[in-house]
């Protein structure tokens, strides 16, 4: 596979996951009828509808991930197949993370409860957020992609309370004392 084509790929990724989550019945945009650029807390009905909130960290994350585990990994793979696995990773998710399966369990064991999944605009904005991400990280040192970790992790978690550990470990197994300190900064429950 070229670089070329890969890349051919990566855009049709865009495609994919906007036609997959629009026939699933996933809103274009946020129900409110706008598009921001920015939703600042994770307590809103906004969160997870526009082009970025603190989610948007993780999914860098992603990114970054996925280039740090090529190169320590795989130090030898073709920066093409590295590319491709990020694509797939990244449109992968955006769509198993719309599945009802998936929305569920969110709702129902982490700090996102009454998710019902993202907007479209939201989940392609996603997509390109990781693959930024990945593109970041493929240029960084070593050593400045494990600060960049430090930073989207230690930023998420301590500003919104929430990041992609905090979220895996919600997920995965629900530990009351963490939902507790999450829920403490929901303005809803003052």
């Given at each position: 596979?070229?670089?070329r084509a890969t890349n051919i790929l990566g855009f049709l990724g865009l495609f994919l996951i906007a036609g997959t989550l629009y026939a699933w019945g996933q809103p274009p945009i946020c129900t409110c009828g706008e598009v921001k650029l920015w939703v600042g807390t994770i307590f809103s009905s906004d969160d997870s509808q526009?082009?970025?909130?603190?989610?948007?960290?993780?999914?860098?994350?992603?990114g970054v991930l996925v280039a740090l585990i090529g190169r320590?990994?795989?130090p030898k793979l073709a920066f093409k197949m590295l590319l491709l696995v990020a694509i797939v990773t990244g449109v992968g998710w955006e769509i198993i993370e719309h599945t009802e399966f998936v929305?569920?369990?969110y709702r129902t064991t982490t700090i996102n409860?009454?998710?019902?999944?993202d907007s479209v605009i939201?989940?392609?904005?996603?997509?390109?957020?990781?693959?930024?991400?990945?593109?970041?990280?493929?240029?960084l040192r070593t050593l400045?992609?494990?600060?960049?970790?430090a930073?989207?992790?230690l930023s998420a978690a301590l500003i919104a309370r929430e990041s992609f550990v905090l979220s895996t470990i919600m997920l995965l197994y629900p530990i009351d004392a963490i939902e507790t300190w999450q829920q403490e900064s929901n303005p809803s429950k003052s």
């Open positions: 596979m070229t670089l526009h082009i970025a909130d603190w989610y948007t960290l993780s999914h860098i994350l992603h320590l990994l795989f929305m569920a369990a409860m009454g998710y019902h999944g939201n989940a392609v904005a996603d997509y390109i957020w990781m693959m930024g991400g990945f593109f970041l990280a493929v240029r400045y992609i494990f600060i960049l970790i930073v989207l992790e």
